[in-house]
């Protein structure tokens, strides 16, 4: 017996007598449907594993006795729940092969995980960039939560480090092709860029930059030399701002001589 969750109505079934059979498994209502845990036999393995991941935390009733539970009433606000940090459910997802239907499931009930600091002080998309999840998922990432596109882990890598320190590794073992690969990795490139064009020029804790760690990863020269590109155009546009700045401050100094010539004079 393998569990999954499956969104749909809950249908209670009749029995050979004509009454309703009662219905199995665990449910938590949401807005409008009603999240069904059923037992199946066979299912996706990728699928299964988040089962596997969220059903394995118990929670723990006031007379102490351990009590099954639907993993999604870990992220109702009670005081019961609060006793299980969530930080790193769905980093742990992540690791676990979840697919991305799945992952994405997640991120439309609970997006308030994607925001969530886990270990080592990674995001879920830290975790996406490493594990090899897909455009869509990253996108959703960083769309709920911008400020994760940028944000640092504790030795200083951004997604962007991890994408191309990290995700092609990960793929090669899934058996994609060379192409695939790069393909996803531009797309990802770009859908994080959008969001946070200046990390891309950011150094980790140990001075190491995006591009270095596309070299140390052999990524295509093609791929190397966008990096190369995004990185030359987040250095001009900060070489015009620096430029513009130091022409305001020139023109503010000129100003104040000015008006102080003026007073003197009078």
Request: with cysteine; charged share 25%.
């Amino acid at each position: 017996m393998i569990r999954r969750f499956n969104l749909k109505k809950a249908e209670p079934q009749a029995q050979g007598d004509g009454t309703k059979a009662k219905d199995e498994g665990y449910r938590c209502h949401s807005a409008d449907d009603e999240l069904v845990w059923e037992t199946l036999r066979g299912g996706d393995d990728a699928d299964d594993v988040v089962w596997e991941s969220l059903s394995s935390l118990t929670l723990q009733d006031h007379s102490g006795k351990k009590r099954r539970f639907s993993p999604f009433m870990l992220f109702h606000d009670s005081p019961m729940t609060k006793k299980i940090s969530s930080e790193t459910l769905l980093n742990d997802t992540i690791i676990k092969g979840a697919t991305d239907t799945t992952l994405l499931r997640i991120a439309e009930h609970c997006p308030g995980l994607l925001g969530l600091r886990g270990d080592y002080g990674r995001f879920p998309v830290h975790v996406a960039c490493a594990h090899a999840a897909s455009t869509d998922f990253i996108s959703k990432c960083v769309s709920l939560h911008p400020r994760t596109a940028a944000a640092q882990d504790n030795e200083g890598k951004t997604p962007f480090h991890i994408l191309c320190n990290s995700y092609a590794k990960s793929c090669n073992s899934l058996s994609m092709s060379q192409d695939v690969i790069e393909r996803r990795m531009t797309s990802i490139i770009w859908v994080l860029y959008r969001k946070a064009p200046t990390a891309i020029i950011l150094e980790d804790s140990h001075g190491v930059d995006v591009v270095e760690y596309a070299l140390e990863a052999e990524l295509s020269l093609h791929f190397i030399r966008l990096l190369q590109d995004l990185v030359a155009r987040v250095h001009k546009s900060n070489s015009k701002k620096k430029a513009h700045r130091n022409l305001m401050n020139t023109h503010s100094q000129l100003h104040q001589n000015d008006s102080s010539e003026w007073v003197t004079m009078l």
